[in-house]
C-alpha cells in the first residue's frame, strides 16, 4: 500500500472539549451527542464508544442554507480531556480543534487557564462557548472580560478568536457553535489519504465483559478494513469486531470515524498510536521490530495469571490525573496490579458507573477532589459499585493498595522449610516407602509435604507420615540430624538413595 500515491480528501474535524470542571463539557456533549446523532437501531447509543461524530448541515457565511449539504464533525467524548492529554503527552496532536467551555456565570478559573496552555502548546485553533447564558445570574460580557484578560482576542471584540454564548442545557447557540467548528475547519483544510492503512489514536480502551478488551479509536489517517490487524502501542487486534459510535458493524471504516474495536491481546494505552497492518501476521512482526516497552504510565494489560483489579479515576486536574496514573501504575506487585479501565477530569458520572459495571469484575470508583452526580450516587449504590473520594494522593494510592489486597483471589505459596538428602531406602510398598537420611538445611515436620528431587527433576510429592531421630517419634528432624521418616507419595514412583527432598509448608495469602 505504501507505494500508491496519496489521493489526499477532505476529512471532518475531530474536536476536543476542554475548560474547568463543571463549566458544562459534558452537558455539551451530551446535548450534541443526543440532538445530533441519530438513535441506534438497538435503541440506545453504546457506552464504550468514547467518541462520536455528528452530521451537521452547513451554512454558508452569508448565513443561508448551504443547499442541503451536511459535512462531519468527531467530537472526543471524554469531558476532561484525559485522551487529549494523554496523547499530548506523547507529542501528538488527536483533536484538530478545541472547544474552550467558560460558563459566563464563573468566567475564567484554573483549569480554563490550563485547558488555554495546552491548546496553545498544541498549537491548534480554537472556539470559546461561553455556556450556561441560561442562567439568571449569567454575565456574558463580565465572562469575556476575563477571556480577554488571558491574551484571547475574541471576534467582534477586536481580535480573532471565534465564540458562541450557548447554553448547553437548553441548547441555544448549540447550531451556531458547530456551524462556527465547521468555518475553522474549512480553513484549516484537514486532510487524508483514504488508500492508506489506517492510522490514528487509543482514545479510550475498556474490558468487555463478553468479548474481551477493547478500544475507542479515532482514525486519522487511511482506512481500516475488515481482515487487516492493528498495532497499538504493542497491544494487536485483528479488525474483525468493529463497530461504529452507535453499536453497529462496521465492514470498513475511514477518518475521522471514531470506532470500537474489540479483541485486543493486551490492553493499549489510551493516547497510544495505532496502525494498521495487512493482517495479523504482519502487525505481529512490526511488533517484534519495535524496542521492548517501556514502563510507562499508561494503563497497561495484567501479565498471565496476574490479577487485575480494574478501577476508573476521577480527578480535577489533569495534572493531579497524571499524579494518580503514575502512581496506581506502581501500586501492586507480580501478582496483582491496579488497571485503569477509565480516566478523566470531572464529576463521577453515571457514565462512570456504567462502565464499573460492565468488566467480569465490577471496578472501583475512585474520585479526588470531585463531586459524585446525585443519579451516579443513587445508581452505585443499587449495583453494588464502589466510590472513593479522596483529597490526599498518597491516601487514595494507600487505600487502593488495601484494596487490591483484600480483592486479589488468594494465593497458595509454598515455602521449603528444610531440605535432606535420602541415604536408605528400607521399604517400598506401593506409596508407603520407609526411608532413612540425614537433614542438611532447616527441618523436615511430620505431617510436612516433601518434593522428591532427583537429579534436579521433580520426582514426586509426597507427605510424611511419621518422622524419627534417635528412634523416637518427633514432630521435627532439625539439621544436621540423621532421621528415619514413613512417607506416603501421591503418585506411585519409588523414592531412592542419593535423592533430595525438600520439605515446604503451603501459606494462603
Ligand atoms: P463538566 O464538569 O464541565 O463536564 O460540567 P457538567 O457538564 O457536568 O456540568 C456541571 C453542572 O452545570 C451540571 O449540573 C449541569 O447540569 C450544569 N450545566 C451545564 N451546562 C449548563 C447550562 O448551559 N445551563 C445551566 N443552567 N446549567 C448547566
Known amino acids: 500500500m505504501a ?8 476529512r471532518p474535524p475531530v474536536v476536543v472539549v476542554m475548560g474547568h470542571v463543571d463549566h458544562g463539557k459534558s452537558t455539551l456533549l451530551d446535548f450534541i451527542r443526543k440532538s445530533n446523532v441519530v438513535a441506534s437501531e438497538h435503541g440506545g447509543i453504546t457506552q464504550h464508544v468514547a467518541a462520536y461524530e455528528v452530521v451537521h448541515p452547513i451554512r454558508d457565511p452569508s448565513g443561508s442554507n448551504g443547499a442541503g449539504r451536511t459535512k462531519h464533525i468527531t467530537f472526543i467524548d471524554t469531558p476532561g480531556h484525559a485522551a487529549f492529554s494523554a496523547i499530548r503527552a506523547r507529542g501528538a496532536n488527536v483533536a484538530d480543534i478545541a472547544i474552550l467551555v467558560v460558563a459566563a456565570d464563573d468566567g475564567v478559573k484554573a483549569q480554563t487557564l490550563e485547558a488555554l496552555a495546552q491548546i496553545r502548546e498544541a498549537g491548534i485553533p480554537f472556539v470559546v462557548a461561553i455556556n450556561k447564558i441560561d442562567k439568571p445570574n449569567a454575565n456574558v460580557e463580565r465572562t469575556q472580560g476575563s477571556i480577554m484578560e488571558q491574551g484571547v482576542y475574541l471576534e467582534k471584540l477586536g481580535g480573532d478568536v471565534p465564540w458562541t454564548a450557548i447554553s448547553a442545557k437548553t441548547g441555544a447557540g448549540v447550531d451556531e457553535l458547530l456551524d462556527v ?26 474490558r468487555d465483559q463478553k468479548r474481551g478488551l477493547a478500544a475507542t479509536l479515532v482514525i486519522g489517517n487511511g482506512t481500516l478494513v475488515g481482515g ?19 453499536g453497529k458493524t462496521l465492514k470498513e471504516a475511514t477518518f475521522s470515524t ?38 510507562s504510565a499508561a ?23 497524571e ?11 507480580e501478582h496483582g496490579r491496579v488497571t485503569v479501565v477509565q480516566s478523566g477530569i470531572g464529576t463521577i458520572s453515571e457514565g462512570d458507573v456504567k462502565t ?27 449495583r453494588g459499585v464502589r466510590i472513593e473520594i479522596f483529597n490526599i494522593i498518597y491516601k487514595l494510592t494507600e487505600n487502593l493498595d488495601e484494596l487490591l489486597k483484600e480483592s486479589a483471589p488468594k494465593r497458595k505459596v509454598e515455602e521449603t522449610v528444610g531440605t535432606a538428602k535420602i541415604m536408605k531406602v528400607f521399604s517400598s510398598r506401593k506409596d508407603e516407602h520407609v526411608i532413612g537420611g540425614a537433614v542438611a538445611e532447616g527441618y523436615l515436620a511430620k505431617n510436612g509435604m516433601l ?58 495469602v
Not at 3 to 10: S, W, Y
Not at 183 to 203: M, Q, R, S, T
Not at 228 to 246: S, T, Y
Open 451 to 508: 518434593r522428591i528431587i532427583r537429579r534436579k527433576v521433580l520426582i514426586g510429592v509426597a507427605k510424611i507420615k511419621n518422622i524419627q531421630t534417635n528412634k523416637q517419634n518427633v514432630d521435627r528432624a532439625e539439621a544436621p540430624a540423621e532421621f528415619g521418616a514413613q512417607i506416603e507419595t501421591e503418585t506411585t514412583f519409588e523414592p531412592a538413595q542419593g535423592d533430595t527432598i525438600e520439605c515446604f509448608a503451603t501459606t494462603t
Open 3 to 10: 507505494n500508491k500515491p496519496a489521493q489526499l480528501v477532505e
Open 323 to 333: 499524579a494518580i496514573l503514575q502512581e496506581t501504575s506502581r501500586i501492586g506487585d
Open 356 to 382: 464499573a459495571l460492565a468488566g467480569e469484575s465490577h471496578a472501583v470508583v475512585i474520585g479526588f477532589n470531585v463531586r459524585i452526580d446525585p443519579v451516579a450516587e443513587a445508581r452505585a449504590r443499587e
Open 258 to 295: 471514531p470506532i470500537s474495536l474489540v479483541g485486543f491481546d493486551e490492553l493499549p494505552g489510551v493516547g497510544e498510536t495505532f496502525r494498521a497492518y495487512k493482517n495479523k501476521r504482519e502487525a505481529e512482526a512490526a511488533r517484534e521490530q519495535m524496542a521492548p516497552a517501556a514502563a
Open 228 to 246: 487487516m490487524a492493528v498495532l497499538a502501542g504493542r497491544a494487536i487486534a485483528p479488525v474483525r469486531i468493529m463497530e461504529d459510535h452507535l
Open 299 to 321: 494503563p497497561t494489560a495484567a501479565g498471565e495469571g496476574q490479577y487485575s483489579m480494574p478501577v476508573i479515576v476521577r480527578a480535577d486536574t489533569t495534572g493531579s490525573l
Open 181 to 206: 467548528i465547521l468555518l475553522v475547519a474549512e480553513i484549516h483544510e484537514y486532510k487524508a489519504d483514504a488508500k492508506a492503512p489506517a492510522e490514528g489514536f487509543v482514545i479510550e480502551t475498556h
